[in-house]
């Protein structure tokens, strides 16, 4: 299926003890907890993964709200702010974007293909010459440009980024990125990760990997 383009939409991981996942189509979606259990018994068009005990969801198609853990609609919570924002600007035929800051000074001098907003752990998805990296809100990178060829990120965890890159046949395949240090801990090669509040899982095929938030790998095995 087609990737959403959303920052934090998507399916089948656990965050706050609940995960959102598909029912039979990318148009119907349910929460579960641990157990299984339907938490809300209500169907969803679109379900966004729980943060700090909130969620957004689409009950029908363009209208989206935010319920908390018990089902009940609360106010959108507010973005945290960087004092960053994208600026774009035509150099001839093509349009550039960069970051500035709320002085009008420029965040970082390169002019990029695409700078993505700031996320609330302060990352930057940024491409230049069709290379994706990631920058901070100091300007740095913590992920060179080209080294993966897309992103995740756990919304709750600021020290790992979950890397993903393209296998042969056009998949993309995640592994797992400790920001601190600038070291892969897990190669991308699995085709399957599942975000929990306490592990991260990784599959592909019959085997699977269990690793800790702290990048520790607890368990490998086969299935």
């Known amino acids: 299926p087609e990737r959403r383009a959303y920052d934090f939409f998507y399916g089948s991981n656990f965050n706050d003890g609940i995960a959102s996942v598909y029912t039979g189509s ?3 979606c349910i929460y579960i907890d641990k157990t299984g259990k339907n938490i809300f018994d209500e169907t969803f068009y679109e379900c966004g993964r729980f943060n700090n005990g909130v969620a957004p ?24 702010d960087f004092g960053i924002e994208t600026v774009a600007k035509w150099i001839g035929n093509e349009q550039k974007e960069y970051y500035e800051k709320e002085n009008g000074e420029k965040l970082i001098d390169t002019m990029f293909d695409n700078a993505h907003d700031f996320n609330s752990l302060g990352y930057a998805m940024v491409t230049l010459n069709t290379e994706d990296g990631v920058i901070d809100t100091t300007g740095n990178y ?10 995740d990120f756990d919304l709750e965890n600021p020290n790992v980024i979950i890397p993903e890159k393209k296998a042969s046949d056009g998949h993309l395949l995640a592994g ?7 070291k892969e801990l897990v190669e991308p090669k699995y085709t399957n990760y ?22 520790t790998i607890v368990l490998k095995f086969t299935v």
């Open 26 to 28: 990318l148009d119907s």
């Open 57 to 80: 969801v689409m009950p029908e198609y363009g209208e989206t709200l935010y319920i908390d853990k018990n089902g009940n609609e609360v106010e959108k919570p507010e973005k945290k």
């Open 142 to 151: 913590v992920i060179e440009l080209g080294k993966y060829d897309y992103f």
């Open 176 to 182: 797992l990125y400790d920001v601190k240090n600038k």
């Open 194 to 215: 599942y975000i929990y509040d306490d592990v991260y899982i990784f599959r592909e095929n019959s085997e699977a990997l269990i690793v800790k938030k702290d990048g």
